[in-house]
DNA sequence: TTGCCGATCTTCT
DNA sequence: GAAGATCGGCAAA
C-alpha cells in the first residue's frame, strides 16, 4: 500500500483536486474494508472562496479545515447527510476538496449493506443496489464508507488511520486505465455563489460521477396564516 | 426520464 | 429563523 505524502496535499486545491481522481480512499473499521476511486471532486478554495464553507471565518464547525493538510474535514449537512474533504495548501488557508464520487474497488458488499440498511422498511433482494450508485454523489460515499464527525480531523496520510488516501497499486490493470482516462473539469455543484467557476473535475465517461445540479433555493415552508 | 417534494437538524445571521 | 457543498420516493409526461 502506497499512502500519499503529505506534501501532495501541501498544494492548491485546484491542483490537488484532479490529482486525487484515480487515488483509493481506504476506510477501515471492525466490521472490514472499504475502499473506493476517487471519480469525482470539487475544489474549494478557502477564505477567497465565497462558495466554501471557511468564507466567513473559522468556527467550531470548520476547524480542521484551517489545520494542516491532509486531513478530514467532514461535516453534517440537510439534518442527515455527512460529506468528506481533504485539507490542502497550508495551515490557515482552509483550502480542501470536497470527494464527490467513487467506484468501490473494495468491500462492495460491506459498503452496499450500509446503504441498504439506512433505509428502513427496504427489502434488500427487491432494492439491490447497483455497484455504480454505492458512492455516486458525497453524502453517498459517506455512507458506504461509515464515515460521520467522529472521523472530522483524521489524518488521510497516516498508515494506522481509520481513514486513509492511496495511490493506485503500481502495475495494477486499474491503474493502467485511470493514469490514461480523460479528466473533464465544470461548475460545482449545488452551490449559491461563484457557480460559474469549473472547480469539478471528473473522469469523463465515469458511470459512479453524480449528475450535476445547478442550485435552487429551497421554498419557504408554506406557514398556515 | 424528469421534476417536485419532504425529511431533518446544525450552523450562522 | 432560514438556508444548506443532498438524497430517495413518487407523480407526471
Not at 176 to 186: L, P
Request: net charge positive.
Amino acid at each position: 500500500m502506497t499512502l500519499i505524502p503529505r506534501d501532495f496535499f501541501a498544494r492548491p486545491s485546484i491542483q490537488v483536486a484532479p490529482d486525487l481522481l484515480g487515488c483509493a480512499l481506504e476506510r477501515e473499521t471492525t466490521a472490514g474494508l472499504v475502499a473506493v476511486e476517487l471519480t469525482e471532486v470539487e475544489a474549494y478554495a478557502g477564505q477567497a472562496d465565497p462558495a466554501s464553507h471557511a468564507y466567513r471565518g473559522e468556527t467550531a464547525r470548520n476547524a480542521v479545515m484551517f489545520g494542516p493538510p491532509g486531513h478530514a474535514y467532514v461535516y453534517f449537512t440537510y439534518g442527515m447527510h455527512f460529506c468528506v474533504n481533504l485539507v490542502c495548501l497550508g495551515r490557515g488557508s482552509a483550502s480542501a476538496v470536497l470527494l464527490r464520487a467513487g467506484r468501490v474497488i473494495e468491500g462492495e458488499e460491506l459498503a452496499r449493506a450500509r446503504r441498504a440498511g439506512r433505509r428502513p422498511g427496504t427489502d434488500p433482494d427487491r432494492a439491490r443496489l447497483a455497484s455504480r450508485d454505492l458512492a455516486r454523489g458525497p453524502a453517498r460515499l459517506c455512507q458506504a464508507l461509515d464515515i460521520d464527525r467522529s472521523l472530522d480531523g483524521a489524518d488521510a496520510c497516516a498508515a494506522g488511520s481509520p481513514l486513509r488516501v492511496r495511490r493506485e497499486r503500481p502495475g495494477s490493470d486499474t491503474t493502467a486505465r485511470s493514469d490514461q482516462r480523460k479528466i473533464s473539469s465544470g461548475p460545482r455543484v449545488g452551490i449559491a455563489a461563484a457557480a460559474e467557476v469549473p472547480w469539478r473535475f471528473w473522469f469523463e465517461g465515469e458511470p459512479t460521477v453524480s449528475a450535476y445540479k445547478p442550485h435552487v433555493a429551497r421554498r419557504r415552508k408554506l406557514v398556515t396564516p
